[in-house]
């Protein structure tokens, strides 16, 4: 771990949607940088480390929670969403009835996250396969985010790596804004070393399994 870095930081973000919107392809292409067109059910829950050194004095580890998104697994979201700081909805562009499904998880989350000083748990929207398709997007998706509190949405493709990186970095900010409001950038309680980082992966994969 470099020292010169003041403070650092654990952020989780939840990525969710209905089963097949390609989650586990987004997250793989945004922490490691592949993709696989192999399609494998994720059980229950999974998540991924990307570390983000933000500026010269803070660095932010995300854990990058894939949900599941069959409904067998509904009952256990409130266990995945616990501490989650921001959230990505996906719904693919290939199949118009996830599209749907999003407002299912908006309440989902609403009625499972409550976040310090009432602030909202911030969203984002990612329309993904715009690799595949570009002609099939639901009317007037601004108008939606701002209707339900959703910070943005972005045509992704986690083949061709498109906007990914960009839609993430606007939610990853507005967690940053929380959690500065918070008044938490100095508590010891965020602060966490690489060591920890890689014991709490090992125990998760073990758990999901």
Not at 63 to 76: K, Y
Not at 100 to 109: A, F, I, P, Q
Not at 187 to 196: L, P
């Amino acid at each position: 771990m470099d020292d010169s870095f003041k403070n650092e930081v654990l952020f989780k973000i939840l990525v969710i949607g209905d089963f097949g919107v390609g989650k586990t392809s987004i997250i793989r292409r945004y922490a490691e940088g592949t993709f696989s067109p192999k399609y494998k059910i994720t059980i229950g829950a999974d998540f991924a480390i990307k570390r983000l050194d933000w500026d010269e004095d803070l660095r932010i580890n995300l854990q990058l929670w894939d949900i599941a998104g069959h409904e067998r697994f509904g009952s256990l979201t409130s266990v995945y969403y616990r501490y989650a700081v921001g959230a990505a909805i996906v719904f693919d562009l290939t199949r118009p009835e996830t599209f749907e499904s999003v407002t299912k998880w908006l309440n989902d989350l609403k009625d499972k996250i409550s976040l310090p000083k009432g602030q909202n748990l911030p969203v984002i929207l990612l329309a993904n396969k715009a690799d595949i398709t570009t002609g099939s997007l639901p009317q007037d998706l601004t108008m939606f985010c701002k209707q339900h509190n959703i910070k943005c949405w972005h045509l992704t493709s986690a083949k061709e790596n498109i906007n990914i990186a960009k839609a993430m970095n606007i939610l990853v900010q507005s967690a940053l804004e929380n959690y500065h409001n918070n008044g938490h950038i100095d508590s010891d309680a965020v602060k966490i070393h690489e060591d920890q980082t890689k014991n709490n992966k090992k125990r998760c994969s073990q758990c999901s399994r």
